[in-house]
C-alpha cells in the first residue's frame, strides 16, 4: 500500500491548542463546584461538567485531526465519531469524580490518572480509526503518546484537586497558566499520536455510516461551536459561583449562627410572636432543669412558674418590653423542680427583621457561683475574718443607722468600747495563733453574756471590741451588762496546758448625752476605758464632761510639750541633799520643771508621764541630763563644793542600746567627771536581770554612781542589792509622810536603813518636812536627808545665793 503524507492547517492546529486550554481551565473551574455540591446537585454538576469537559477534549481533537489535510477526501465513520465522544466524556467524568472527592491519596492520584489516560488514549485512537481509510502506527511512538496521556491526565488531576477551592483573590491567572499548561500537555498527547500515523491510499469499509466531511468549514464550525460551548459552560459556573458563593456565605453565617446559639455558655431561647418557644440550646435545658419536651412549643407564659414568685411581675413586663424593640437586662432567680436556687442574668433581646419584632431572644447566665463569692466578699467587707464578728466598717455604719432612727423615735443607746487587759503577755509569749484561739474563745463568752439582748458585737482590732447596746431601759442596765462581760471574761482560759487569767476595761457612751455622731460617741468611750486601764483596769466607767475636759488638757498639754525643748521653756531646779551631822550640803538632785506659756510654772507630775507616753522622755531626759552636767561643770570650775549631781534616768533612757556609751559622749561634752554623777535608777527598770547587770556593771566600771531611787515601793527584790552595783538606796517618801504617827512606817524604814549599813551602802530619804520625821530618821542612823525642811527645789542662781558663792 502506497504511504501519503498530509500537512496541517495551522490556524486549526493553534484552534485546537485553544480549545485544549479552555477545555482545562473549564475542568478546573468545575473541580471546584462538583467539590463542594452535594447529593443530587453534585451529580447534576458532574453529568454536566463531564458533558462540557468531554466535548471540550473531544473538540480539540477532531480539529486536530480535520486540521490534516491529504490529497485525497476523507470519509468518517459518524457511528464511531460518536462512541470517540462518549469515551471523551467518560473519561472526564471519570477526572470530575476524582477531584470531586475529599480526599486525594497518591494511589487514588495514580488509579484516576490511568483511568483518564485511558478514556483519552481510547477517544483519540478511536476518533482515529473512524477515518475510512488505511492506517499504521508507530508502535513506540503510540506509548510514547500513552504516556504522555498518562502524564497529562496525572497533572490535570493534581492541578485540578489544588484549584478545585478557588476563593482567593487572583487565583484566576493561576487556573489559566495552569490550563495552557494542562492543554499543551493533551495537545501534544494529539499530535504524537498523529505523528505514529501512516496513511495509506486505499479506502476501508464503513462498518456503520460513512459520509465525506468538508474538513476546513467543519473544524472551523466545530472551534467556534465548542468555543461558544464552553465559554457559556464558563459563564454558567460563574454565575454559579457567584449564587454558589452567595448560598456559601449565608450557609456559613447559618453554621457561624448554629455554633454560637448551640455552643453558648448562656441559656438560648427563642419566643415567636405568639409566645412560643420556636428553639432553644443545650445550656438552657440544663441551666432550667427542664427537657426539650417539656420546652418546644410551649407558651413561656406556663414555664414561667419556675421564677421566684417576688420576680414573676417584674420579669414578665420586662419580656413583653422586648417586643417593642427594647433590650433589656436584669437579674432574677429560679426555682427548678429540684429544688435548687438558680441566680440568673437575663438579656431580653428583641429579633427584628426588615425593621419589624418578629420575636424575642432570651438570653440567661447562671450566677449563682458569682452571686454566691460576691456575698462571700460581702460578708468580709463587713466582718472580722478572726471571729466572724461586725468589723469597724460594719459597726461604724450600724451606729449611722441607730443615730438615724433615735433622732427620729427620740430613743436611747449606748456605745461600749472593750480592750483586754494583758492580752500581749499572752500573744507574745504564747504566739500569734494561741492569741487568735484566745481572742476567738473571748469573743465566744461575750456573745453568750449579751444573749437575748438588743446589742451588736464587734471587733475593730486586736483585742479591742465594741458594742452597740440598743433600747436600754436605764443606766443601771448598761451597768449590769458591762458587770455580766467582766465577769464573764475574768473566768480562766485553759491555753496549751495552762491556766491564764485576763480581765477588760470597759468605757461607755451614750447617746446623745455623749456624742451625736460615731466618730465621737467612740472617741468619748475610748476615753473612759483608758481612764479605767489608768486607774487599774477591770472596771467599767462612763464618759463624763470632766474627762473629756482632761483629754482637751492633755492634747493641748501635748502639744506644747513637743515644742517646749525648742522654745527653751524647761528649766531645771537643784534640791540639796543635806548630811545631818554638820547640816553641810553634799549632793544635788536635778528636777526639771516647765514654764508654760500660758499656765505658768508645772511641776514634772503634771507632764513627765504624758512624755513618757507620747516618747517624748528620751529627748526630754537627755536634755535634763545634759543640762545638769552642764550645770554641775561649771560650778566645780567657779570653785563650787566638788559634789556630784543626781539625775533620774528614765526607762527608756536606760533601755537604750549602748547607754554607757551615750552617757559618757555627755559627759566628754560638758567636761564633768564621771564621779560627779548619780543616775537614779527605779526597780522596775531591773525586771531583765542579765541585761540589767550588763548596763550597770559598764556603767559602774566608768565610775558612775547608781542611786536606787523609789527603795520599797517596786519589787523590794532584796537581790538586786546583791546582784546589782549600787551605791545609794533612797528611801520614797511615802513612808516617810506618816512616819511619825504610823509604826509601820517606821519598822519599814528602820528595816531599810539596817539593811543598807549592813551591805556597805549608802542611804538617804527624802520626803523630810518636819523636825519629828528627821528626829525618827537619825535616831536610826540615817545621816543624809533630802527634803523641805533643809530647802525646797532651787533655781541655779538661788542654790548659789543660798549655799554657796562661786569663787570669781
Not at 518 to 523: F, G
Request: proline share 2%; with cysteine; net charge neutral.
Amino acid at each position: 500500500m502506497e504511504h501519503v503524507h498530509g500537512t496541517y492547517d495551522s490556524l486549526l492546529v493553534i484552534f485546537s491548542y485553544i480549545i485544549a486550554v479552555m477545555a482545562s481551565y473549564t475542568a478546573l473551574d468545575l473541580a471546584g463546584r462538583v467539590s463542594t455540591s452535594k447529593g443530587s446537585t453534585k451529580l447534576s454538576w458532574l453529568m454536566f461538567g463531564a458533558a462540557s469537559m468531554g466535548m471540550g477534549i473531544w473538540s480539540m481533537h477532531f480539529v486536530g485531526m480535520l486540521a490534516l489535510k491529504l490529497p485525497f477526501p476523507i470519509k468518517y465513520d459518524l457511528v464511531i465519531v460518536l462512541i470517540s465522544v462518549i469515551a471523551a466524556i467518560g473519561a472526564a467524568f471519570t477526572a470530575l469524580y476524582v477531584v470531586g472527592r475529599s480526599e486525594l491519596s497518591r494511589s487514588q492520584l495514580l488509579a484516576g490518572g490511568l483511568l483518564l489516560a485511558t478514556g483519552i488514549t481510547i477517544m483519540h485512537y478511536v476518533g482515529m480509526s473512524a477515518m475510512l481509510i488505511h492506517i499504521t502506527y508507530n508502535p513506540i511512538i503510540v506509548m510514547l503518546s500513552i504516556f504522555i496521556a498518562f502524564v497529562a491526565s496525572i497533572t490535570a488531576l493534581w492541578l485540578s484537586f489544588y484549584f478545585r477551592k478557588d476563593r482567593q483573590k487572583g487565583q484566576w491567572w493561576k487556573k489559566l497558566g495552569s490550563g495552557a499548561i494542562m492543554g499543551a500537555a493533551i495537545v501534544g498527547m494529539h499530535y504524537t499520536g498523529m505523528i505514529a500515523a501512516n496513511f495509506h491510499t486505499s479506502n476501508k469499509t464503513a462498518l456503520f455510516l460513512g459520509v465525506i466531511l468538508d474538513q476546513t468549514w467543519l473544524a472551523y464550525i466545530i472551534a467556534l461551536g465548542i468555543f461558544f460551548t464552553l465559554g457559556l459552560s464558563l459563564f454558567g459556573i460563574y454565575i454559579s459561583k457567584r449564587f454558589a458563593h452567595k448560598d456559601s456565605e449565608i450557609e456559613q453565617n447559618e453554621k457561624w449562627y448554629k455554633s454560637l446559639y448551640e455552643n453558648s455558655q448562656d441559656g438560648i431561647v427563642s419566643v415567636d410572636l405568639q409566645y412560643r418557644v420556636t428553639s432553644h440550646n443545650t445550656n438552657a435545658l440544663k441551666i432550667t432543669g427542664f427537657s426539650s419536651k417539656q420546652v418546644m412549643h410551649q407558651s413561656i407564659s406556663s414555664l414561667s412558674g419556675i421564677i421566684v414568685h417576688e420576680d414573676q411581675e417584674r420579669v414578665k413586663q420586662m419580656f413583653q418590653r422586648s417586643f417593642k424593640g427594647e433590650t433589656l437586662n436584669h437579674e432574677t432567680a429560679i426555682i427548678r423542680a429540684d429544688g435548687m436556687r438558680i441566680e440568673l442574668n437575663v438579656a431580653n433581646v428583641p429579633v427584628v427583621v426588615d425593621g419589624e419584632v418578629v420575636g424575642s431572644y432570651i438570653i440567661f447566665k447562671d450566677i449563682t457561683a458569682e452571686k454566691r463569692a460576691q456575698l462571700k466578699v460581702n460578708h468580709l467587707a463587713f466582718h472580722d475574718e478572726l471571729t466572724g464578728l461586725p468589723n469597724r466598717r460594719k459597726f461604724n455604719q450600724a451606729i449611722a443607722e441607730t443615730i438615724e432612727l433615735s433622732s427620729t423615735s427620740d430613743s436611747h443607746f449606748a456605745v461600749m468600747v472593750l480592750d483586754i487587759d494583758r492580752f500581749k503577755i499572752i500573744n507574745d509569749s504564747l504566739g500569734h495563733m494561741v492569741g487568735d484561739q484566745f481572742l476567738q474563745e473571748v469573743s465566744g463568752r461575750i456573745q453568750q453574756a449579751i444573749a437575748g439582748q438588743d446589742v451588736m458585737l464587734a471587733r475593730m482590732g486586736g483585742d479591742e471590741f465594741t458594742l452597740l447596746c440598743r433600747n436600754y431601759e436605764t443606766q443601771d442596765t448598761i451597768k449590769r451588762l458591762a458587770e455580766q462581760i467582766i465577769s464573764c471574761i475574768q473566768a480562766p482560759y485553759r491555753l496549751k496546758d495552762s491556766d491564764f487569767y485576763v480581765s477588760a476595761s470597759i468605757g461607755i457612751a451614750l447617746f446623745p448625752s455623749h456624742g451625736l455622731d460615731a466618730v465621737q460617741l467612740l472617741k468619748n468611750a475610748d476615753t473612759a476605758m483608758y481612764e479605767v486601764k489608768k486607774k487599774g483596769k477591770n472596771d467599767y466607767q462612763f464618759f463624763t464632761g470632766e474627762l473629756d475636759r482632761v483629754l482637751q488638757e492633755k492634747i493641748e498639754l501635748e502639744g506644747d510639750l513637743r515644742k517646749a525643748i525648742e522654745r527653751g521653756e524647761l528649766l531645771l531646779h537643784y534640791q540639796p541633799q543635806i548630811r545631818t551631822e554638820d547640816r553641810a550640803m553634799i549632793g544635788m538632785e536635778a528636777l526639771v520643771r516647765w514654764q508654760h506659756p500660758t499656765r505658768g510654772l508645772l511641776s514634772p507630775g503634771v507632764f513627765i508621764p504624758l512624755a513618757e507616753e507620747t516618747g517624748l522622755i528620751y529627748e526630754m531626759g537627755t536634755w535634763v541630763l545634759r543640762e545638769a552636767c552642764k550645770q554641775m561643770r561649771m560650778w566645780h570650775v567657779q570653785g563650787g563644793p566638788l559634789i556630784p549631781i543626781s539625775v533620774n534616768l528614765s526607762s527608756q533612757q536606760f533601755h537604750q542600746p549602748k547607754l554607757a556609751d551615750y552617757i559618757m559622749a555627755i559627759l566628754q561634752e560638758t567636761g564633768l567627771e564621771p564621779k560627779y554623777l548619780e543616775l537614779e535608777i527605779t526597780e522596775s527598770m531591773m525586771m531583765d536581770a542579765a541585761l540589767s547587770s550588763s548596763i550597770l556593771n559598764q556603767l559602774n566600771e566608768y565610775g558612775i554612781r547608781i542611786s536606787l531611787d523609789d527603795f520599797g515601793t517596786g519589787y523590794s527584790s532584796l537581790s538586786y542589792l546583791k546582784m546589782f552595783p549600787i551605791q545609794k538606796v533612797k528611801i520614797d517618801r511615802s513612808f516617810i509622810r506618816d512616819i511619825t504617827n504610823n509604826s509601820d512606817d517606821r519598822a519599814i524604814v528602820s528595816t531599810i536603813i539596817a539593811m543598807a549599813m549592813h551591805l556597805n551602802m549608802e542611804v538617804i530619804a527624802e520626803g523630810i518636812e518636819t523636825k519629828d520625821q528627821l528626829d525618827i530618821l537619825t535616831d536610826n542612823s540615817c545621816r543624809k536627808i533630802q527634803g523641805y525642811y533643809f530647802s525646797k527645789p532651787l533655781s541655779a542662781s538661788a542654790v548659789e545665793e543660798r549655799f554657796f558663792v562661786p569663787a570669781r
